[in-house]
């Protein structure tokens, strides 16, 4: 095996559209557990940069998600008290913080997806069925980390200029609002320079050619049909209620035949699959590594 990220970039796109798909129908509370652990674990071995901040972001996601489906949602025969003369019953509670959950772990699943799929990736999948919408894509996701660093020296510049002293809520508002401005001027001038230079360089003019560094292996192939039969039977299991659950009125029992059985393993093993691919690699390099050094001691 190879490490995740230098696979196909349909394999890619497929498996993170899948893992998606079928997390956002397996509404059953291991499920939810599992794709929030493989979520973490993904995030923490493919896209560790910045995690920390992201994780912040997802528990205020969590906490917000959790907290208004038991005030906007009064289904339910458990009553926990009454608020306003709503009454606040434990399954709304318990629907939320699912909804939470699952919501944190397709964010990181996503997070994820946008560290590995890079432009290039989505030129390359996009580009033959829509090449227009293949280059705004890839020129978007070239834009956003432009955008970043050019709003970090605006506002670096501002602040050595000695015009941002961030003493106070309304002075921050401000240069906020001043550098929104700037970047706005800004955007629009680099649009204008990026098409007449694709309008210079014929851009439009004549037969459009592409050319990918990116080739269909057998090992593409082997982990296409991994994924086929993980997805595959766990979408099964899915629609023919074999790992049901129920919230309202009244929460019902998880699952636990051999069916369910099978297809929270396999769920588990879909969507640890990156995760697994990385740790053989670093298995295997370590023992490569291991080897070398032994060799040149002898």
Known sequence: MKPFESYNPIFLFVYFMTVTVVSMFAFNPVMIAIALVSGILTTLVLAPEGCGRFFIYAVFIFVVTSAANPVFSHNGVTVLFVMNDNPITLEAVLYGVAMGTLICAILMIMRVFTRIMTGDKMLCIM????????????????????????????????????RYSGENAIDTIRMKLK?????????LENGIVTADSMSARGYGTGRRTSFSVYRFRKADAVMLAVLAVFAGTVAFFIATDAVKFSYYPQMSGIAHTPAAIVCYVLYGLMCLLPVMNELEEKIKWRYLESGILGSRTE
């Open 127 to 162: 580009g033959s069925a829509s090449p227009k919408l293949a280059l705004l894509i890839s020129m978007t996701f070239r834009f956003i980390p432009l955008f970043h660093r050019q709003s970090v020296k605006i506002e670096r510049t501002q602040r050595a200029l000695g």
């Open 179 to 187: 550098i929104l401005s700037m970047m706005t001027t800004w955007g």
